[in-house]
């Protein structure tokens, strides 16, 4: 490009900054060999080629970030991310396209798929999970993970699969009604900032309830009291036939928060729990129980004290129950936070501590590598034709020696679990994979039959 100019325009260049013939003289166009220069230099700058490496690193990058973040293919084509951002980090790096985003997300998935399936062949137990949603748009999807523990003593999820749910399973909540419900909801939340502005508090929007949102009545009731003087104004402001809470009425609501509370904590954790979730119901069921009996006797407000009463009755009708399920047994008595002290019934506390020694036995006895006496090896001896009447006492013996076996199997399996029992408990907050990945805590009676791994593979996420 130079070459070319120097050869064919120094004519028109001869004189640097001279406008060129029949040139107007308002804004006259000049062109001068400086600045074709700089032209080429700054076009040169955006020229160059990015690494093939590096674009591949750049675009798996994406795919973990739209994957792992769960973020949408059109993300490729915002303004913002694609210049404002992308461009500002590496001007050189041109961004797939939305199409081509989505067979490399796919790709990945086909590549990560075996790679799954060959982890879940080495696992010892796994617990499965299902969950579903919906869309904005009202589309229901369904889907299936399976919780396990590695070999490296690490929680591990894998979703095994997400199918779209038949239509007619969520009802139509969309009617008349609930329309006219959320305008006057938007109403009152614009009102409502106003008023907060002039009063000097922070914004915060009412929130509404949602049949599909566990804690959104909790939640409802709680803004509501904790904005009473707003939405009190905002109310009175509006022409509407909705009427304000009522002084008793707000005593009412805030009886009945403090007995609640204990629900909404419990599911909070549940639902941030990264650790083991499965082995930690039954003992919140136990504290739900307990802060629900204290904030019953506490509370002064009739309505709050026949609602924490209601409560403890189902509580301990539908739930108590779990404490009797193995599945919700032996993860609580194996995780060394809780043991023995996370049931609220001590009789059913050894139960588990006797299936547990069961399992353990049984544990042992399928992974010995000395085989179990057959009733004629116990009658074979070296001096068994020397010895009158051996035959007639075969069966008597073998028994014996079956007996005695069986014995110290159950006495080892009894010993080991005691001792585990007997260590102190480890904090709440501890994590029992790091307690069992140490082999001084692990007793071999537990280790043999793979007890721990089994049970302790149970997650929920609630």
């Known amino acids: 490009m130079l070459r070319h100019f120097r050869a064919l325009h120094t004519d028109t260049q001869a004189k640097e900054g001279a406008p060129s013939q029949g040139a107007s003289n308002s804004n006259p166009t000049i062109v001068t060999y400086s600045s074709i220069v700089t032209i080429f230099v700054y076009s040169q700058s955006f020229c160059c080629f990015l690494p093939v490496t590096r674009k591949k690193e750049l675009d798996e990058a994406l795919v973990s970030m739209i994957v792992g973040d769960t973020q949408s293919f059109s993300i490729v084509e915002d303004q913002g991310f694609r210049f404002e951002f992308v461009g500002k980090l590496d001007p050189t790096y041109v961004i797939p396209t939305r199409k081509a985003v989505k067979a490399m997300v796919k790709a990945k998935y086909e590549e990560e798929k075996p790679k799954a399936k060959l982890q879940l062949q080495n696992v010892t137990a796994v617990s499965v999970t299902s969950d579903m949603w919906t869309l904005i748009n009202m589309d229901a999807y369904l889907a299936l993970s399976c919780h396990y523990i590695d070999e490296n003593t690490c929680l591990k999820s894998t979703v095994l699969g997400v199918v779209y749910a038949e239509a007619g399973i969520f009802p139509e909540q969309h009617n008349c009604q609930s329309r006219f419900t959320d305008i006057i909801f938007i109403s009152v939340n614009e009102k409502l900032a106003l008023i907060q502005e002039q009063m000097g508090k922070p914004k915060l929007k009412l929130i509404q309830e949602v049949e599909t949102r566990w804690n959104s009545t909790f939640q409802m009731l709680q803004r509501l009291v904790e904005q009473r003087e707003p939405v009190g104004a905002a109310l009175g402001g509006l022409v509407s036939d909705v009427p304000a809470l009522t002084s008793e009425e707000y005593t009412n609501v805030t009886g009945c928060l403090s007995i609640l509370s204990p629900f909404h904590e419990a599911t909070v954790e549940l639902s941030e729990e990264k650790l083991m979730s499965g082995s930690k119901v039954i003992p919140l069921i136990k504290m739900i129980e307990k802060v629900l009996q204290e904030e019953t006797m506490r509370s002064s407000n009739p309505l709050a004290r026949e609602l924490g009463e209601h409560l403890i009755k189902l509580l301990r009708e539908k739930l108590h129950t779990l404490q009797s399920s193995s599945i919700m047994s032996l993860p609580t008595l ?129």
């Open 334 to 462: 194996l995780d060394p936070r809780f043991k023995t002290i996370g049931f609220f019934s001590q009789s059913k506390a050894e139960e588990a501590v006797r299936q547990l020694t069961s399992e353990c036995a049984n544990g042992i006895r399928e992974t010995s590598h000395h085989p179990q006496p057959s009733p004629v090896a116990s009658t074979s001896t070296s001096n068994v034709v020397e010895r009158p009447g051996n035959k007639l006492w075969s069966h008597l013996d073998a028994t014996v020696m079956a007996s005695r076996t069986k014995h110290n199997v159950t006495a080892d399996a009894t010993v080991e679990v005691q001792r585990y029992l007997s260590e102190p408990n480890i904090g709440r907050t501890d994590d029992p994979l790091l307690y069992w990945e140490a082999e001084v805590h692990l007793p071999k009676p537990l280790q043999a039959g793979n007890c721990v791994l089994v049970h302790l593979s149970l997650i929920c996420f609630l």
